[in-house]
């Protein structure tokens, strides 16, 4: 079953003379109880897809279902079954914890005890501070209370927008594991992110670029479609060794990964023996050169290419 189908969505904000197209006629499904993750960087149309499936936003043309409801025609409805969870803090800073959870379970008149089961492994970890103002909480704590209040209405599909933004890599982690446990109970995730590791964690994804998707599958699937054999090669002089690799002809891609810049070939027959030119050309030292299994961004840096 789809809860989630969106059919060449459009759309575009207008300041002035200057159009910007946000969304160019996008189309994806989202199947029941998966998490499923919405990935590129900044200004790719991320939020401008959430909004519109949250019905916070109306598209300029196209479709949308969230869990069967139109998004223009039932908005009231959709409002009652999702969970969302904005990119930006959005809670009151100036009320508590308990307050902010008592005044979201007040709009869908519930109760924290009614829907507590649901909350209770989240909620847990910020209930010791739950008389303190959600303004003065941390970056991972407010991750916490934030999704607790998406939560409490026991919603069947939940939104979250960039989520990880701005906290640690342990709360990362802790967050990612918690939303494993949420699908366990049958809630269907839309996630969206900027961090491209995060897409392994996700039981298919769809990588988003300018408004447009580039592709939409499971993360292995994505990466077994990656066209080039790819190579890793670090130097000590590393900024003269990436441009010379981008200099020459037979190069499709290069740039930097960590230590190492990777590195793919317009013919697949090039193969080490083009960089080990390129390093004695150049005199480098300290030279380390391996052949490697893409990434996800590595996946991303080919598809927009």
Not at 38 to 52: C, E, H, N, Q, Y
Not at 215 to 240: D, F, H, Q
Request: charged fraction near 20%; include cysteine.
């Amino acid at each position: 079953m789809k809860t989630i189908t969106v059919e060449q969505l459009v759309k575009n904000y207008q300041n002035g003379k200057v159009v910007t197209n946000a969304l160019k006629g996008i189309s994806f499904s989202v199947d029941q109880g998966e998490i499923f993750g919405v990935i590129g960087p900044d200004g790719a149309g991320k939020t401008s897809l959430f909004r519109i499936l949250t019905t916070l936003l109306e598209a300029d043309s196209g479709t949308a279902t969230v869990d069967g409801f139109d998004v223009v025609k039932d908005f009231k409805k959709i409002r009652n079954c999702v969970g969302y969870m904005p990119g930006r803090f959005s809670l009151y800073p100036d009320l508590t914890v308990q307050e902010n959870l008592e005044f979201f379970a007040s709009i869908f008149n519930t109760s924290i005890e009614e829907n507590y089961d649901l909350i209770k492994e989240i909620y847990q970890q910020i209930e010791p501070f739950k008389n303190r103002r959600a303004g003065q909480l941390s970056g991972g704590m407010k991750q916490k209370l934030a999704l607790s209040c998406a939560l409490i209405h026991k919603p069947t599909v939940l939104f979250l927008d960039e989520p990880t933004t701005g906290v640690d890599a342990v709360s990362r982690k802790e967050f990612w594991e918690m939303l494993h446990r949420l699908k366990i109970q049958g809630i269907t995730i839309l996630v969206s992110t900027a961090y491209m590791d995060e897409a392994t964690l996700c039981d298919r994804v769809a990588l988003i670029q300018n408004g447009q998707l580039l592709s939409v599958n499971t993360p292995k699937g994505i990466i077994s479609e990656y066209p080039n054999s790819l190579w890793a090669i670090r130097a000590n002089e590393m900024y003269a060794l990436l441009h010379a690799i981008k200099a020459d002809p037979d190069i499709e891609s290069c740039y930097p990964f960590g230590q190492y810049h990777h590195v793919a070939f317009k013919n697949p027959e090039s193969n080490q023996k083009k960089l080990e030119q390129i390093i004695q050309n150049g005199k480098y030292t300290d030279v380390e050169i391996k052949t490697i299994t893409p990434n996800i961004e590595d996946c991303f840096m080919a598809l927009m290419n």
